[in-house]
């Protein structure tokens, strides 16, 4: 049962310099003020609670979009994660939404997690020395009784970035990659703020509680409308569980839903951290999240590409291919190889860069699930842990299981590009330049 109130966050709050720290352990109790590489905050809210158990079970990702850009609210995807709530354990759940700011489509959406109000005013501070704020608000949320504190308060800020701040700073190319720079300011420095998300026309909702209580607590069934919604439930398999900790993970315009364990976490964690993105967060999830805006919007590779990248094909393999095509996998594995993703998992991404855009992608043995599936009409995308999830909210028998490695991509207004059931190189016209 939920409660209608805008309270939950309790705006007063005590400063953070004037509470209690706990010298029980390096960090302190949940709901503490504890420090982390030099930053301060609520333990269990901004920063990750100190040590953690390792908690084996599924998690479940479920996702959907509607190609023809066509906006609904987030009952179908609410419907889809909590039918597979056998996956879940209740510590964290999570959903991204897209296409829910039309009004405000240009603007950077940064939808953080804040301590108090007393972290919100460093965050705008911060903001209005780099950035320009064309409109700020609090994001609604209403009490749900099986949840308990400690909240945080939950803040959105849709910013500008000034030409002038890019001219002064010619080690910047444009106004995304200094969007990755704020962002990764707030999360490494600002005590008490942690970004959910950033992008454009999108935002991430997330927490620490049941797939159904955090769609309860941010009202996700009435209150926005998108043409693409990812979800998921539980926390990360190797990190403790805190409202940061959940899924979704974002950067920019890219969100990612993970299930299962990356074994490469160290090889990819330092090789995004070679181009400047700082992992705070203590998950393997968020440096895959990392990768894919390298690798698609900093590096410009196509979807299909990055997807190899991450998910090459093993080297027996590789050798039964035809010498075109086994040199640019070759050169794949050369060139990206500490991209490569190891480890059991499927991931849904969600991004606007190009266009707005679903990739669901398993790794190179399918340990995890995949299913995806078209609505009758073909115009709506589905891609899921379970078939249950899929049927509950449409009837269609378009349904399959992708290839190992193989991405599924649909994407607005092109349709459905990629089942991740064909020949990775069928329709490219790839080569490789010396």
């Known amino acids: 049962m939920t409660k209608d109130n805008d309270n939950t966050n ?14 029980h352990s390096p960090l302190g109790r949940i709901g503490e003020v504890g420090e982390s590489k030099g930053k301060r905050g609520r333990i269990g809210v901004t920063l990750p609670p100190n040590g953690f158990s390792k908690d084996i079970e599924a998690c479940g990702i479920a996702g959907l979009i509607n190609v023809n850009g066509k906006r609904t609210d987030g009952n179908d995807v609410v419907d889809m994660i909590t039918t597979m709530t056998d996956r879940e354990n209740g510590l964290g759940a999570g959903y991204a939404c897209y296409g829910l700011f039309p009004e405000l489509a240009g603007k950077y959406c940064v939808q953080l997690l804040l301590d108090d109000t007393t972290a919100k005013s460093r965050v705008e501070e911060y903001f209005k020395d780099i950035t320009n704020i064309i409109k700020d608000e609090k994001v609604f949320t209403r009490g749900v009784k099986t949840m308990s504190g400690p909240y945080p308060l939950i803040w959105r800020f849709f910013l500008e970035v000034p030409e002038k701040k890019l001219k002064a700073n010619p080690s910047i190319d444009n106004a995304d990659d200094y969007m990755v720079d704020v962002v990764m300011q707030v999360n490494s420095t600002i005590d008490g703020a942690f970004c959910m998300s950033s992008g454009k026309n999108m935002a991430v909702f997330k927490g620490n509680g049941w797939s159904y209580e955090i769609a309860d607590f941010y009202d996700l069934r009435k209150r926005y409308k998108g043409y693409m919604w990812l979800s998921h439930s539980r926390f990360p398999t190797n990190t403790p569980g805190w409202w940061g900790g959940a899924h979704p993970f974002n950067i920019l315009d890219w969100s990612l839903c993970h299930n299962g364990e990356i074994t490469s976490y160290g090889t990819n964690k330092r090789y995004v951290e070679m181009w400047g993105y700082k992992c705070t967060l203590l998950t393997d999830s968020e440096v895959v999240t990392y990768m894919w805006d390298l690798l698609c919007r900093r590096h410009k590779l ?9 998910a090459p094909a093993y080297f027996e393999d590789i050798a039964l291919l035809s010498e075109d095509q086994k040199r640019i996998v070759t050169a794949l594995r050369m060139t990206y190889g500490r991209a490569m993703v190891n480890g059991p998992f499927s991931i849904l991404v969600g991004t606007n860069n190009p266009y707005p855009t679903m990739i669901a ?19 709506t995308v589905y891609a899921s842990s379970e078939e249950c999830a899929i049927q509950r909210v449409t009837s269609t028998e378009n349904t399959w299981a992708p290839v190992t490695g193989n991405p599924v991509i649909a994407q607005l207004e092109t349709g459905l590009i990629s ?14 330049e010396v």
């Open 419 to 432: 089942k991740g059931t064909e020949n990775q190189f069928e329709s490219k016209r790839l080569k490789v």
């Open 361 to 379: 992608l398993t790794d190179r043995k399918k340990l995890r699930p995949m299913i995806a599936a078209t609505s009758d009409d073909g115009g």
């Open 302 to 310: 196509p979807i299909s590409i990055a997807s190899m990248a991450m």
């Open 10 to 23: 309790n705006d007063i709050r005590e400063p953070l310099n004037s509470m209690r720290f706990s010298m």
